[in-house]
Structure formats: C-alpha cells, structure tokens
C-alpha cells in the first residue's frame, strides 16, 4: 500500500506541475494578444514606419563595344519630418514663407495651396511629408537647401533626402525602343521602377539589383539612419549593338521618311554567321517628326503581308520539292491573268519568262502561275513545305512583343480557291520584318538558321555572369542545290531586275524588291502600300544581312525606290567601316593588342577587371574611389584622382556613365555629344564651378 501512495502522490505532482505549467501558458497568450496587444502593435508601426528600402544602382546597358547606351543616375525627393523640435519651433514664423518658394520653384500649386497642406500635416505631426511633388536633380536639390525652415538642415529642419536613381539614355533616342523603358506603374504599383519594355524588360531579373534595408532610429531627438543590409547593385547587360553602325541605319531611314513622309519605317542590320543584330531603327511619325515610338521591327504593328519579299520562300519551295526550275518557261502574256475569278497583274507585260526571270522582275503573274500550277491540286504540300523553313513561327527573340506570323491553311474556313495564288506572292499572310529577314539571313548563311539576338553577355562589375552564344534553328533549311540557285537569284535581282539600283560599285548585292498593298480594314486595298527591302551583302561572301521597310510612303511607293537607296547608303557605309577596315594592315598589330584600352573610372572596378583579366601591364593602387589613367610606354599606370567640392572634375578619358555621376554630384548639368569615351570638356578640370552650370561633354 506504501509503494502504491507513493506512485499515486508522485503521478498527482507531475499532474499538478503540468497544469500550473498549461496555466501559465495560457496566461501568456492572452497577455501577448490582448494586454500587451497595443505594445506590440506600436512596436510592429514603428518597424513598419521607419524601415526604408534602399535602392540599388540598376545596371548599365551597353552597346558592343562598352559605350553606355542606358544608365542611372541619382534623383531625389525631399520630406519633412513637421513633429521635429526645430521645425516646432520656427513653424509659425515661417511656414508661409516655405510654401511661396515651393509654390514658385515647382508652379503646380499656388501658395495657398501648398500652405493649406502644410499646415494639415503639421496638425496631425505627419513624420515624413512630401514636399517635392516630382523627382529633382542635385542642382534643384541644393537649391531647395535653401529655403526657410530646410535651411535650418536635417535636424533643424526636420529635412529628409530620399535618393532615387533616374534612368536616361545618354546617346538620346538612339535604339530607344530596343532599349525600352521603365514603369513606376507595372503590376500594380509596388515594385517601383521595374523595366517594362525592350531590354529593360527582358533583362529585368539582371539589372535590377537586390534592395538593401535601412532603419530610423530617433536617438536623443536626431534621426539617425543605420543600414542592416547593403544593396546589391544590377548588372551590366551587353547587346549586339554597334553604336556606330546604329547611328548609320537611323540617320539613313530617318533622311527617307522625311523625304517619303511615310507612317513609320524600320530598318535591321544582322551579322549573317551569328545572327547578332548590329542595328535595329524604329521611326514613327509623331506630331509632325519622326520618333523611336514603337518597335515596328518586332511588334505586332509591324506585321503585314509580306508582299514581292515573300516570293523567294514560294519559289525556293518548288525547287526544294523539285516541281520546277529557275530555266523552266512560263509565259506571262500581257500582264494580267485571271486566277479563279481573281484578276492578278505586273507593272509591265513580260511575256514568256524563266523562273529565274520571273523572280529578278518581280512577276506576280509568273510566280502565282508557277505555284498554282504545281500545287492546285495538292494546295497542302506547298503550305507544309513553306512551314518547313519554319517561318510560321515566332522567332521568340528576348523582348516581348513579337508578332504572330500568320498563314492560312488548306481546310481553313477563310481558305478559298484565291488563297493559292495570293499566298504565292505574299498575301494572305502575315510577318514581321525581323521573321522575314530572319529566312534570308539564313539563304545568306548557306541554308543555315540562327536565332537573331539582342544581347551577348550579361556581367557583375566587369566579370562575365552569362554568355549568349549563337543559337541554331535549323541547320539546313534547304539542300545545297535549292540554297545556290535561291542566291543566284537574289544576286540576279540586283544586277539585271528590279534592284538594279542597288548594287553598289564597290561590291556585289543580293536582295528582292518588296511592294505590297496594306489592307485598310474590311474595306480591302485602297492605296495603302508596304515599300520593302530584303537582302545581304557582299553578295559572295556575305557579312550582313538587312531589311528596310517603309509604311504608308506617299512620294512614290516601289520597294526599289523607296527602300532601296537606305538600303544601299547604309550598305555602303557600314562596308567602308567594318569590312575594309577589317584588312586594313596594322589595325589588329599585337602591339595594340598588349595595350588595353583603360578607361578612367572606379578604382575598384578597373583593378578587379585588370586582375581577373591578368593583365601585366597595368600598375598602381590608387586610393581615391576614382582613378586617374596614364599611358607610360607599354604600360597603364593608375594613379589617385582627387574630387575638390566646387571644382570641376576631370572626366577626359572616362565611360560616359561615371562621368555623368561624378559631374551631376558636383552640381553640374551635362550636355553630351559623340560615342564612346569622354575626350574633351567644355569646363576646363580644375576651374571653379557654381551650382547649375552646363558642361558639355565630347565623345569619341
């Protein structure tokens, strides 16, 4: 009985301990929730309160060669914290005083107005109010310093600066719309700016950067801000684009336009091996100019009927399946010929012509007799043979937007006994330009496909993260037979049909001609034209593959007249600075080669470069956060480069990224011209400067 009293005295101990323990327990979890509920939830407002993002510095978009095509720079806005004890007690006094100069420095309030605000925020001890209803820059910043109570500084002023990086394209509008833009807006509001268009869109995962975070803490009356994890700033992302040759494509389509006043006009410039687009130029017409406006190249509202372009995928389809031959005779008559009810016609009357010359004259009639007459009863074979080049779908390029490509097919419900024929010379059917000139890259290649790109290297402060190699679609869209007749052909165009005009006296070119009629809606085709053309060169040992396209042109409408002299101008141009210069002697010499081409720039970035890229010949360990660059014999020597507050900075020999920085902060306004790297300044280095003066940057 003794050992079973114990057990049961021991068991009831443990019982006892338990529920005191549960008890307690309970306590705690009402007390959390509802006695100390009003504690945590102050707690809770004060973390929510006084963390602050910051920011990173997005990553640089560049051209092929480094040159910054779009990059950051710092903006800010201002608050005021109205429950600090130096705005209490100033606030009286000069609170109307505050809202005139801000009436009058941002004039989208009156004075009234702006003091009706404040005062409402300072009645209700708003801690951060906004004071500065846009971004400014450092030169507005330093000016708004000086107004009354913010003149009395952070915490006599209860002043508050947040920095937020703009973006903006040092080079203007050159490859606007590749580039693309940002979006305050996009999914709701609450990433901030994100990129939203073009390569800022499609490489948003890389240039972003990681936030960092920041706390306020209010120690004996004085916000101070301490940081808890430091930002991680973007990452640099390269593109295919050569500034220069861009320059070249814009100005040339941009002298036509004006001359054709056409809607919009687009021109692509692609490395046939590669399939890296060197240029892209977007031109639409907007309040009486023309503007980078919309990426006509790839978009959806660049997507029409092909027109004459479409002609060599239809007879390089009969070749392939060996119905016909560029000797085989088709007599054309007089022009006009009537296909199922439908009346087709040429500019001219040819009469009886090859295959070969049907396609150098740009024969409607001819080239829907041939397709008509080999495949009117089997409609299913010439539409699988043309989808077997894979043009019937998306090339699915980096930035968003491409359009369908469209095509109608046998059994359709719009597929009617016209189809055959219209389809043969470029109607009922839908591309964009980069999905046209993406088949003759590849007739240029030797029947090889590759996916056009934008973009070849992603980097973090100079050290490659991705690499984007060439990408093969197809590796032989045709045999070897079909590709050597389909370049004769084109070749042909140029030398005896209807791109005669374009051949150039320094080389050889091969291309077609392209004049479509545009669709007006449902009304059908009332005068609207699509002036087109495709094509590469050298014609023999072909470099570049291009695709100019005019809309709408209203000087004349022929693809041989409108787009055929921007073909040629930017052809000629980018021969002379590309492929000559290629032979040139002694433009590749080794002792070139072991002198790199150093920037000045971050001290950190330019040793982290040298050091991963071994570099032997580059010394010095300069300690100021930028460093100077000299050229001593074979070597780079670094060296300090001091930054003195109202003296002008020397930027010679910089990216224009870092110079725009470090001439903003000084408060200067910067104007630039030229590409490349900074080789002359209108401000002389060293001189005094004031707040809002403009210096004027040279490039080259």
Known sequence: MGIRRSIISRIAIVYFVLLLFGVVVVFKMVSVQQIKNERWEKIARNLSENTVIVEPNRGNICADDGSVLATSVPGYYVRIDLAAEGVKRVYANESDSLAYYLSRFFGDASRQEYNRRLNEAYRSGNRGFMLTPRKIDYTELQKLKKFPILRRGRFGGGMIVEQENKRITPLGILAYRTIGGLNKGAYGGVHGNIGYTGLEGAYEQYLKGEDGISYKQNLSGRWVTRTEIEP??????????????????????????????????????MEVETGEIKAVANLGLENGDYYENYNYALGHAGCYEPGSTFKLVSLMAALEDGVVDTSDVFDTGNG?????????????????????????????????MVITSRYSSRPRDYVDRVFGFGINKPIGLEVKGEGQPYFKYPGDADWWGTTLGSMAYGYDSKMTPLQILNFYNAVANDGKMVKPHLVKEIRDKGALVKQFKTEIIN????????????????????????????????????GKTGTARVAKGNTGYSGLYLASFAGYFPADNPKYSMIVTFNNPRNGYYGASIAGPVFKEIAEKVYASQILMENVPGNNSDEELQLPDVKKGKSEYILRVAKELELKNVRGLPETELA?????????????????????????????????????????????????????????????????????????
């Open 336 to 368: 006009t010929w009537r296909n199922n009810g439908r009346t087709i016609t040429d500019t001219h009357g040819y009469g009886e012509l090859t295959v070969k010359q049907i396609f150098e004259k740009s024969s409607n009639v001819g080239t829907a």
């Open 628 to 700: 100077s660059v000299i050229r001593e014999g074979g070597e780079i020597v670094l060296g300090d480069d001091n930054i003195t507050p109202g003296i002008v900075p020397d930027v010679r020999g910089m990216g224009v990224s870092n110079a725009i920085f470090l001439l903003e902060n000084a408060g200067l306004h910067v104007k630039i011209k030229g590409i490349g790297k900074v080789t002359l300044q209108s401000l002389n280095p060293g001189e005094k400067c004031r707040p809002g003066q403009t210096v004027y940057l040279t490039l080259s």
């Open 232 to 269: 991680r700033d973007g990452m640099d992302v390269i593109t295919t684009i050569n500034v220069k040759l861009q320059d070249i494509a814009e100005s040339a389509l941009y002298k036509q336009l004006k001359i054709t006043n056409a809607d919009w006009g687009t021109a692509i410039l």
């Open 475 to 510: 590796p032989m869209i045709a045999s070897k037979e079909t590709i050597g007749k389909a370049q004769a052909m084109l070749k042909g165009v140029c030398l005896y049909g209807t791109g005669r005009t374009v051949t150039s006296e320094y080389f050889d070119v091969a």
